[in-house]
């Protein structure tokens, strides 16, 4: 990767600007399915889906898809301000990574080492690969992860995994598997897996399935076997965010694809069960960080169609599914957004015609982008304001408030939305 695209991406994830976004609570949370072309004859196309309805809000061209042969990376920052992708081209086989700022819908591209890459769900910085392992970029710059000998081979994304909160990242390379501390580039751990791996929410467990041998759970931080279970079925382990259970997702050559579920902990079985209407090989599977739903690409093997779907992970149901458009794909890919969830404990301290506005941020760290403020002269009305961005730390403090007994909420928001509103409290100036 050149220096000068460095720069622009550590620009790129450090900005910020004011939003002007009316109230949306119809969902928590903002699908994005991105798919290139297969010949790559167009650009690509990024969908933005409603994971309620299951209706396309909105479709973009994906510039500098145009070329690609393969999607081998998709993230959204934590604030849905920018959504990147990497690829390598068709032709010349280069690794290209694009940047796209939904501020804008500006976008600006650059060559990688490799064009496989990890998104920090939580803080804006993304980890691209390379023969002299791992390199962090964010808008402090570039940071070289730890030094780890990897043989012939180059570090892998594609086979990696990040934790859910952002702090560890694993990445495969020369048959070792290292795991890494996000904030100083320092290896934790070494693994030697059998087949396909996975790390837990909280970063702290290691999952290991290979075809005939019994699935594992390691202790990070001590490296020490600590469960296994012989798996009804082969299988790379896929974690569900919200609860920790390990995902076997079975093949769709003898029938319809077999969900295993294991705790995370113990790997003891939890449920086996089939969706029904899904019969095609599952391509991508993607997990809500918040509801229980998954994201999934199916590809037909005699048609060649690929559909994308919404599934119900605890009824095990199909809520929406729709044939991806316009051309045959490449992998296609989900990436999930959210808006921020709404603040809480606001109160307020009246000193004459001063006003202190205090509350508590949602638990979703790096979403937050702004606040707004709404003000009524009656409880739940905004006449007074409505949507005024107050910036986006968690206090606000206004003078000169005249005489009146007013009625105040607060709302987080960012580039995928506002939350809903906080508690309402009643500001009483004498």
Request: proline residues 8%; contains cysteine.
């Amino acid at each position: 990767m050149t220096r000068s695209f460095h720069r622009c991406l550590g620009h790129a994830l450090a900005m910020t600007a004011a939003l002007a976004v009316a109230p949306d609570l119809r969902a928590q949370s903002v699908a994005h399915l991105a798919f290139v072309p297969t010949p790559p004859s167009t650009d690509g196309l990024l969908v933005t889906v409603d994971p309620d309805a299951g209706r396309v809000e909105r479709t973009r061209a994906m510039p500098a898809a145009s070329g690609l042969g393969s999607l081998a990376g998709l993230y959204v920052t934590a604030d849905s301000r920018y959504i990147i992708w990497s690829g390598r081209h068709s032709g010349t086989l280069a690794p290209v990574l694009t940047i796209l700022d939904q501020a804008t819908d500006m976008a600006v591209s650059g060559t990688t080492p490799v064009g496989e890459f990890l998104g920090n769900p939580v803080f804006p910085e993304v980890y691209i690969t390379g023969n002299a392992g791992p390199v962090a970029l964010s808008p402090a710059g570039i940071r070289p992860f730890a030094g780890f000998v990897c043989g012939a081979g180059h570090f892998q994304a594609r086979t990696g995994s990040i934790s859910t909160d952002g702090r560890r990242v694993s990445f495969w390379c020369d048959g070792r598997e290292a795991i890494f501390d996000t904030a100083t580039g320092a290896i934790i751990r070494s693994f030697t897996p059998l087949g396909g791996t996975a790390l837990s929410p909280d970063g702290q467990s290691f999952y290991d399935v290979y075809l005939g041998e019994p699935m594992r759970r390691y202790d990070v931080d001590s490296g020490v076997e600590m469960a296994s279970v012989p798996p009804a079925q082969p299988g790379r382990p896929v974690v569900d965010p919200r609860n920790g259970h390990v995902y076997l997702i079975g093949s769709a050559n003898l029938g319809p694809p077999r969900f295993d579920v294991y705790h995370g902990q113990t790997l003891q079985p939890v449920r086996s069960a089939t969706v029904p209407g899904l019969t095609s090989t599952i391509m991508s599977w993607t997990f809500d960080r918040f509801r229980p739903r998954a994201y999934a690409v199916t590809r037909e093997s005699t048609t060649g169609v690929d559909t994308y779907m919404i599934v119900d992970t605890d009824a095990m149901t199909i809520l929406h599914a729709a044939q991806i458009p316009t051309f045959p794909t490449d992998l296609a890919r989900w990436v999930i957004g959210y808006r921020p969830t709404a603040p809480t404990a606001l109160s307020a301290i009246v000193t004459g015609a001063n006003v202190a506005l205090s509350w508590t941020a949602g638990p979703l760290e790096g979403a937050v982008s702004r606040h707004v403020l709404e003000v009524g002269s009656a409880p739940g009305l905004n006449d007074i304001f409505s949507g005024l961005d107050i910036g986006a730390q968690p206090s606000f403090a206004a003078s000169g408030a005249p005489p009146g007994r007013y009625y105040v909420r607060v709302r987080a928001a960012n580039y995928a939305g506002v939350s809903a509103a906080s508690n309402e409290v009643v500001v009483q100036v004498p």
